[in-house]
């Protein structure tokens, strides 16, 4: 069945390090591919999507590239803030009849000043 | 702005009594999911639903039923509560097609004794 496979952490990085979060996936057809950040306390937030190959979404500093050919979608950010602090989810929407939504498990990040 | 509501932020219940979940989300989503979250195991769908009285088991959906009367309301509901069913609760919505991405709820930490 589909799968999104993501690196689980935690993650610790200094404060303006450069941020990698790796997800690969496993689909039948051309998936949607999201990212979403939940903040401490809080539920889940759209960060961005891409919905076709080769697309790029972007939003607050962070970056992902829809990659067909190596059914990836990894996360960047070049410089990350304290406020960045999150868990972040890679997913993905198959085109069949209920779209039902997979998730990743998660990968904590902790930026420390 | 897209809201999707929960009835309660934290509850606490005891082993055996019935527990609802109430979630509403006002832009006339046709989707509408509830998920548990647990340290270690990520998002784990309970229930989704497509439309008005109709729903669809998740990964785990033992323990639990759902209700959806009227569009813009699904609820979640553990007929005996039990101790493993301590949880954050996520309710989210979303349009339909692949491109739509899921609204979440700010989550129900529930608590049972």
């Known amino acids: 069945g589909d799968s999104v496979t993501q690196m689980e952490g935690p993650v610790t990085l200094s404060e303006e390090a450069f941020l990698t979060i790796n997800c690969t996936y496993t689909?039948?057809?051309?998936?949607?591919l999201f990212w979403y950040v939940q903040y401490p306390g809080e539920g889940l937030q759209l960060l961005l999507k891409a919905t076709k190959a080769d697309d790029k979404g972007s939003n607050k500093g962070f970056e992902a590239t829809y990659r067909k050919e190596t059914t990836s979608f990894h996360l960047e950010k070049g410089s990350v803030q304290v406020s960045d602090s999150a868990v972040y989810f890679c997913a993905l929407i198959e085109k069949t009849s209920y779209d039902k939504v997979i998730f990743g498990p998660g990968t904590s990040l902790s930026v420390i000043p | 702005d897209v809201k999707v509501t929960q009835s309660s932020r934290y509850l606490v219940k005891r082993t055996g009594e019935k527990v609802f979940l109430e979630c509403v989300q006002d832009?006339?989503?046709?989707?509408m999911f509830w998920y548990r979250q647990d340290p270690g195991l990520g998002l784990r769908l309970i229930y989704f639903s497509y439309d008005v009285k109709m729903k669809e088991k998740g990964d785990i959906p033992e323990g639990y039923s759902v209700s959806r009367e009227k569009k813009e309301r699904f609820s979640l509901i553990l007929e005996s509560a039990s101790t493993n069913q301590t949880s954050m609760y996520l309710c989210a919505s979303r349009g339909a097609g692949p491109a739509y991405e899921q609204y979440f709820g700010p989550g129900t930490r529930l608590t049972v004794t």
């Open positions: 832009m006339d989503h046709e989707n």
């Open positions: 689909a039948t057809g051309y998936p949607s």
